[in-house]
């Protein structure tokens, strides 16, 4: 019976994911919380699970010619060394009961950053107007890539929903498509990355994997198919302050 609930789980949040854009982990971590999984294991399973379930979004995109390659590659650089250091800090401490505190206070952190991003995000894009040389611009995603890294791999929150709050910022004349691409090239291995270190500390739940990818795959397309007829401006407001209330329950209580 509990399977069942895990598939009917990855389909709502693949369903909102497809809709609205925005990223599965902010919606997927708050979920199995209050589903009663601990927040290691429910942070470890939605970093695998997010890797997987957007792997072949990757494929996609790069097939179509969505992806800057250097963006990624420099952002990489930065995240995937950051996620390694991440995962074995956390592995210094004898039990994940030990560092649950620090998964929940950083989850709640990055959900209320997610909220106000999701909710303001075309006037932070507006009114910070950088004027950066291509020199200057891989430096400063490098540096973002190495933040990103280590928060992602605490709270499975921010690959999707910041990384591309960021690629607006930094590189405001870039095609939407290519910033979707772009950031999703790299969500891919920085989760999986994440996802494989979470899984050799023990915190991951296969049952439970399983039953969100069943559930949230088909969804995911059909999200995207109907994603035209929803009234995105009404939707994201409503999970913006749904994940606003999430991060101040986890940030504060």
């Not at 206070?105 to 995000?121: D, E, N």
């Not at 891989?138 to 992602?152: E, H, N």
């Not at 050799?200 to 999200?223: A, E, M, Q």
């Amino acid at each position: 019976m509990d399977f069942l609930w895990y598939i009917f789980a990855g389909a709502g949040v693949g369903l909102a994911v497809g809709v609205t854009g925005v990223g599965g982990g902010s919606l997927m971590t708050p979920l199995l919380l209050l589903f009663g999984f601990p927040p290691h294991i429910a942070i470890g399973t939605d970093l695998m699970y997010a890797g997987i379930a957007k792997s072949t979004g990757v494929v996609m995109h790069a097939k179509r010619g969505n992806v800057n390659w250097k963006i990624v590659f420099s952002m990489a650089a930065g995240s995937i060394p950051a996620s390694f250091i991440t995962v074995w800090a956390l592995s210094r401490f004898e039990k994940p009961d030990h560092y649950q505190e620090i998964l929940t206070g950083t989850l709640g952190l990055m959900l209320v950053i997610t909220a106000f991003v999701i909710l303001f995000r075309k006037k932070l894009t507006q009114t910070l107007d950088f004027n950066i040389s291509q020199k200057q611009s891989t430096t400063i995603i490098f540096f973002c890539g190495l933040i990103l890294g280590s928060l992602v791999t605490l709270t499975s929150v921010g690959a999707g929903a910041l990384g591309t709050a960021i690629m607006m910022i930094i590189f405001p004349i870039m095609r939407a498509k290519n910033i979707v691409g772009t950031d999703l090239a790299h969500a891919v291995p920085l989760t999986l990355v994440a996802g494989v270190g979470h899984l050799f500390l023990g915190n991951v739940d296969y049952t439970l994997l399983g039953g969100l990818l069943i559930g949230s795959i088909p969804t995911i397309y059909i999200g995207t198919r109907i994603a035209s007829h929803v009234p995105n401006n009404i939707l994201q407001p409503v999970l913006a302050t749904a994940l606003l209330s999430f991060g101040i329950k986890y940030l504060f209580f």
